[in-house]
């Protein structure tokens, strides 16, 4: 059977064996690489549109680039894969994100061809400039090395002061923007208007496209090159002269836009570019969700679609018999909305994520004071502490893995000045199949450190509602509120709001044998472990701390009086978190106690299920209860009855 008639991607084990084929067959393995990613994603869920969008250009890359040798460093890695598809594992692609399986990123212990891990915004250009130098330090003339950026990450301050830097050395740098207008939600902001005024100029696309005319034949010209790229330089800086170009100004040679599914265009481009030396630009236009229909009409919802119909589209939701519990997100979401239209201060705030936080309910309802800002940590801390200075009171909403970028900011323009703003710290925790790059394990202890802040984590929906309801009224201060991925455990949840007293704990069930102490939505797995310990005759009382600062030492006094078996439990690092604070306490206080905490060790926890992580940390119901069983000197059963 000749190549032809079998399917090419599955002789492409390497991308060696993607370099060996003809150039007239790209077309059709990038066509086999997307059904390929449609196939697997529709059964087993993942980041969608950003890898179907980035086909033709994963493909060039890994053609005309000698990979693992040459390098490629992927943004964020929701665009990668293709990209893990061909540098071998496609027959472990089912495996994406389940646990034990391949990461849903590129992650430089999985293979050789992940050049760089990635998982947060803006990191790209940093690193590959620090390849391009280590390169040069080894006399390595001939490595390439490039970064694939969205025009999302380019919001982020981290990727202008890698351009800013790569202007100024002379590396072999190649940076792609892979411009798809688009990050999880549409592009915000002055960057989003450049690029599209770029791209739509008519003025420049006619000069790109005599640029281009020449750049496509001059690898034909073999001694003349040099007076070929000239001409280039010319003729791109000419444009320059009438239409300002950014990357030019910090003395990256600009090239493009050029159509970023056109994958036969995009290797001659690529190879030339391989023969200008000093860093570069090219400019891709792409579409995310490219080549799925459903996928490119409604982007925002298809760039992680969950189990969806392969050939017609549809969305495939698990139907239940009875009302559900809202997700936490869309909690917060619809209260804000609420606490808003009472509190004309309140304002509400996102780098970039108003869909995933829910924040897009109050952009909608009220557009004059629900700000996107891009991807933007840091801005997004001190924006809002600007705002915070002259009377309002903005909530921040960030996710926990997130907000460790915006750290400083919160230390020195919010704490310092105890300015009143609410940082809401959504995905706080263990978040599952994204893994850790975007576990939200830290928030808890990097919090509780920093003097003047109010740290708390409501155990459900109505505790949330409450907790917001308190950040926002007269002298709060700086407030955070972290909260978990996923659904509640209350259907009915919108009950009117109180005030919670900060500081303040609330003892869920009185016990007499061993205590367990609790912060956070996973207090509701404690409320099961001492369900089945009560079966066993094990009395165990239970309490929802609710604040890791300022803690409740009234509370406190009490339970180190009446146990000496206590557990702490928290969904969150145990160095420094919540059971930290529960042993400085005892010892503070000269109290002695045989004390156990739960929570994430000091690792690194992989991906997998929420369920399937907690079992793996020793926090889920049967951990707990295991552990209070021990603490109590009883038998411990082999499995829950």
Same mark, same amino acid.
């Given at each position: 059977?000749?190549?032809?008639?079998? &399917?090419?991607?599955?002789?492409?084990?390497?991308?060696?064996?993607?370099?060996?084929?003809?150039?007239?067959?790209?077309?059709?393995?990038?066509?086999?690489?997307? #059904?390929?990613?449609?196939?697997?994603?529709?059964?087993?869920?993942?980041?969608?549109?950003?890898?179907? *969008?980035?086909?033709?250009?994963?493909?060039?890359?890994?053609?005309?680039? &000698?990979? $693992?040798?040459?390098?490629?460093?992927?943004?964020?890695?929701? #665009?990668?894969?293709?990209?893990?598809?061909?540098?071998?594992?496609?027959? +472990?692609?089912?495996?994406? %994100?389940?646990?034990?399986?391949?990461?849903?990123?590129?992650?430089?212990?999985?293979?050789?061809?992940?050049?760089?891990?990635?998982?947060?915004?803006?990191?790209?250009?940093?690193?590959?400039?620090?390849?391009?130098?280590?390169?040069?330090?080894?006399?390595?003339?001939?490595?390439?090395?490039?970064?694939?950026?969205?025009?999302?990450?380019?919001?982020?301050?981290?990727?202008?002061?890698?351009?800013?830097?790569?202007?100024?050395?002379?590396?072999?740098?190649?940076?792609?923007?892979?411009?798809?207008?688009?990050?999880?939600?549409?592009?915000?902001?002055?960057?989003?208007?450049?690029?599209?005024?770029?791209?739509?100029?008519?003025?420049?696309?006619?000069?790109?496209?005599?640029?281009?005319?020449?750049?496509?034949?001059?690898? +034909?010209?073999?001694?003349?090159?040099?007076?070929?790229?000239? +001409?280039?330089?010319?003729?791109?800086?000419?444009?320059?002269?009438?239409?300002?170009?950014?990357?030019?100004?910090? &003395?990256?040679?600009?090239?493009?836009?050029?159509?970023?599914?056109?994958?036969?265009?995009?290797?001659?481009?690529?190879?030339?570019?391989?023969?200008?030396?000093?860093?570069?630009?090219?400019?891709?236009?792409?579409?995310?969700?490219?080549?799925?229909?459903?996928?490119?009409?409604?982007?925002? #919802?298809?760039?992680?679609?969950?189990?969806?119909?392969?050939?017609?589209?549809?969305?495939?939701?698990?139907?239940?018999?009875? $009302?559900?519990?809202?997700?936490?997100?869309?909690?917060?979401?619809?209260?804000?909305?609420? =606490?808003?239209?009472?509190?004309?201060?309140?304002?509400?705030?996102?780098?970039?994520?108003?869909?995933?936080?829910?924040?897009?309910?109050?952009?909608?309802?009220?557009?004059?004071?629900?700000?996107?800002?891009?991807?933007?940590?840091?801005?997004?801390?001190?924006?809002?502490?600007?705002?915070?200075? #002259?009377?309002?009171?903005?909530?921040?909403?960030?996710?926990?893995?997130?907000? !460790?970028?915006?750290?400083?900011?919160?230390?020195?323009?919010?704490?310092? !000045?105890?300015?009143?703003?609410?940082?809401?710290?959504?995905?706080?925790?263990?978040?599952?199949?994204?893994?850790?790059?975007?576990? *939200?394990?830290?928030?808890?202890?990097?919090?509780?450190?920093? $003097?003047?802040?109010?740290?708390?984590?409501?155990?459900?929906?109505?505790?949330?509602?409450?907790?917001?309801?308190?950040?926002?009224?007269?002298?709060?201060?700086?407030?955070?509120?972290?909260?978990?991925?996923?659904?509640?455990?209350?259907?009915?949840?919108?009950? $009117?709001?109180?005030?919670?007293?900060?500081? /303040?704990?609330?003892?869920?069930?009185?016990?007499?044998?061993?205590?367990?102490?609790?912060?956070?939505?996973?207090?509701?797995?404690?409320?099961?472990?001492?369900?089945?310990?009560?079966?066993?005759?094990?009395?165990?009382?239970?309490?929802?701390?609710?604040?890791?600062?300022?803690?409740?030492?009234?509370?406190?006094?009490?339970?180190?009086?009446?146990?000496?078996?206590?557990?702490?439990?928290?969904?969150? /690092?145990?160095?420094?978190?919540?059971?930290?604070?529960?042993?400085?306490?005892?010892?503070?206080?000269?109290?002695?106690?045989?004390?156990? %905490? =739960?929570?994430?060790?000091?690792?690194?926890?992989?991906?997998?299920?929420?369920?399937?992580?907690?079992?793996?940390?020793?926090?889920?119901?049967?951990?707990?209860?295991?552990?209070?069983?021990?603490?109590?000197?009883?038998?411990?059963?082999?499995?829950? !009855?």
């Amino acid at each position: 059977m000749s190549i032809e008639a079998e &399917n090419l991607l599955s002789s492409i084990i390497t991308p060696d064996d993607l370099r060996k084929l003809s150039k007239d067959k790209l077309v059709r393995v990038s066509n086999e690489l997307r #059904q390929f990613i449609i196939d697997v994603v529709s059964e087993n869920p993942g980041h969608f549109g950003a890898s179907l *969008g980035a086909v033709e250009l994963t493909v060039a890359l890994h053609y005309v680039f &000698n990979t $693992p040798y040459d390098k490629i460093v992927w943004d964020v890695g929701h #665009q990668a894969y293709g990209h893990k598809i061909l540098t071998g594992r496609r027959e +472990k692609f089912h495996t994406n %994100r389940k646990y034990k399986g391949i990461s849903g990123f590129p992650k430089m212990a999985e293979s050789e061809y992940d050049a760089f891990g990635v998982g947060h915004s803006s990191t790209s250009i940093s690193a590959a400039l620090g390849m391009a130098i280590a390169s040069l330090n080894k006399n390595e003339t001939d490595r390439h090395v490039v970064a694939v950026i969205g025009d999302g990450a380019m919001t982020g301050g981290m990727a202008f002061e890698a351009l800013n830097n790569a202007g100024s050395l002379n590396s072999n740098l190649l940076v792609i923007l892979n411009d798809n207008n688009m990050a999880i939600d549409p592009n915000v902001g002055a960057m989003k208007e450049y690029f599209l005024d770029i791209a739509t100029s008519k003025t420049y696309n006619k000069v790109k496209d005599e640029v281009w005319n020449i750049l496509g034949k001059l690898s +034909k010209f073999g001694p003349n090159t040099q007076s070929f790229i000239q +001409k280039i330089e010319n003729a791109v800086k000419s444009v320059i002269l009438k239409q300002s170009n950014l990357f030019e100004a910090m &003395n990256l040679r600009y090239f493009g836009p050029v159509d970023g599914h056109d994958v036969t265009f995009l290797t001659d481009v690529l190879n030339d570019l391989k023969n200008i030396p000093g860093p570069k630009l090219l400019h891709c236009i792409t579409t995310k969700g490219k080549g799925f229909k459903q996928a490119e009409l409604h982007q925002t #919802q298809w760039h992680a679609p969950g189990l969806f119909n392969k050939k017609t589209g549809e969305l495939i939701k698990i139907k239940h018999s009875k $009302p559900e519990p809202p997700k936490y997100q869309d909690v917060f979401g619809n209260t804000i909305v609420e =606490l808003a239209e009472k509190n004309d201060k309140i304002v509400g705030v996102t780098p970039a994520m108003p869909t995933g936080s829910s924040l897009n309910i109050m952009m909608e309802k009220m557009p004059g004071r629900a700000f996107d800002v891009g991807i933007a940590e840091q801005h997004a801390v001190t924006f809002s502490a600007g705002m915070a200075s #002259q009377g309002l009171i903005p909530f921040c909403n960030i996710y926990s893995t997130f907000m !460790q970028r915006g750290y400083d900011q919160v230390i020195h323009d919010i704490a310092l !000045q105890k300015l009143n703003v609410v940082l809401c710290l959504d995905r706080g925790g263990l978040v599952g199949d994204d893994g850790p790059t975007h576990h *939200g394990a830290f928030d808890l202890a990097y919090l509780r450190c920093i $003097p003047n802040i109010i740290v708390s984590a409501p155990m459900n929906e109505e505790e949330l509602r409450n907790l917001m309801y308190t950040a926002q009224l007269n002298n709060m201060g700086p407030f955070a509120i972290r909260y978990p991925r996923g659904k509640g455990v209350m259907p009915k949840w919108k009950n $009117p709001m109180k005030k919670i007293v900060p500081g /303040t704990g609330r003892i869920i069930k009185e016990g007499d044998e061993i205590a367990i102490l609790s912060i956070g939505h996973i207090g509701n797995y404690a409320v099961k472990a001492c369900e089945k310990l009560q079966l066993e005759g094990i009395n165990a009382a239970h309490y929802d701390m609710r604040f890791v600062k300022p803690i409740d030492k009234k509370l406190l006094h009490k339970i180190f009086t009446k146990f000496n078996k206590i557990i702490t439990l928290e969904n969150g /690092t145990i160095i420094g978190g919540l059971g930290s604070a529960i042993v400085e306490f005892m010892s503070e206080n000269n109290y002695s106690a045989n004390i156990t %905490r =739960l929570g994430i060790p000091d690792k690194f926890i992989e991906h997998g299920k929420q369920d399937e992580l907690y079992k793996e940390c020793g926090f889920d119901v049967e951990g707990i209860y295991k552990t209070a069983k021990k603490l109590v000197g009883l038998r411990v059963l082999n499995k829950i !009855q």
